[in-house]
């Protein structure tokens, strides 16, 4: 079973020298694509020896067809954990849907072969099979690439929080942090609210319940504190500032968080850019907290830079000297008498 890595990245490996085609084998086709075949890595995630999960050049993730593994959701839900490693150890990536795996095999132990043709694949599909045109294939030209030491650290980091925060799910981190790199504010929103109330209940059980059955409270109490009609979110988040777990900002971005939430559950209203906002850094924060002995390299990621732009909002940045490449634009009718009208326009200050 194979998930490409979304955004695509080019793996480098100290066994795989750093691979890119020159613009000239992008123009004819005639990368080498049996690099993107070539696997680089194989990362431990825990599964019964001797399997391992399967890297490609290409980012080709590779699972063994285990039994519990081959219903299309179980294998999306495994494969999305581990993206939401890969996240936590401060690798950005984003969330597949069952309809986007894929299955071949591997030869050789030295290369990923992918027999079937799933739709959200098409750009690596086309790439290892040399069909992609040159409008496609310059995305193999100087995309972000990763070191397969940077896969392994990334993994074991991401792996070590999930293991501190075990009520978490990491497959709604990916979900709502994908959803809040693509504008999604309602799936942020909603998935991300998720893994607040999981962190929240892992705080609460050590903070709260774990302290008074260590002081020996009566069973009736120990219930009572989890009983989610009287401690709902809320209240839970309002006690653990008062105990000092929780600080001024975070207490008023969860706040907010869980109005927007509210209301997009109730209302069916859309939350704004600043509660999505909100509740990621809620998540930030309350992981911090909920992890404090480990290391939580996802709050040093600068997510900015993998979020797509406000189409509606003037980036302000301008392109400085020649482009590097480019092509021809063929034109439509009546275009190029257009541009020519608007050139003049433009000279006599008319527009």
Known sequence: MIAFLRPFRIIDGPTSPAWEPTIE???SRTWDYVELHRMVAQIDVGLPPPYNLAVARDGAFALPALPELR???DAAEFFNQHFAALLLGGIYCEAIAHDALDFGSIIDWSFIRVNTSAPANRFNQLARLQGASPIEAIALQEERRLLTSELDSAMLAGRAVMAAVPEMSGEFLLK???GFARRDWSSALANLWIVVEQITSNLWQSDVVGKARAEGAAAGRIDQLGDTRTWSTGPRHELLYQTG???TELLAALSTARRARNALAHRGSHPSEDAARAV????IELLKIAASHTVLPLAQLDVQNHTLSDPF??????ISGEPKYWMPIPK?????ELELLEGEARERGLI
């Open 25 to 27: 084998q992008i123009n």
């Open 332 to 336: 439509l009718p009546g275009e190029a």
């Open 71 to 73: 219903k299309g959701v």
């Open 313 to 318: 909002v003037p980036t302000g940045r301008t």
């Open 176 to 178: 709502g942090t994908t």
């Open 280 to 283: 990621y850094y809620s998540v």
């Open 245 to 247: 777990r929780i600080g």
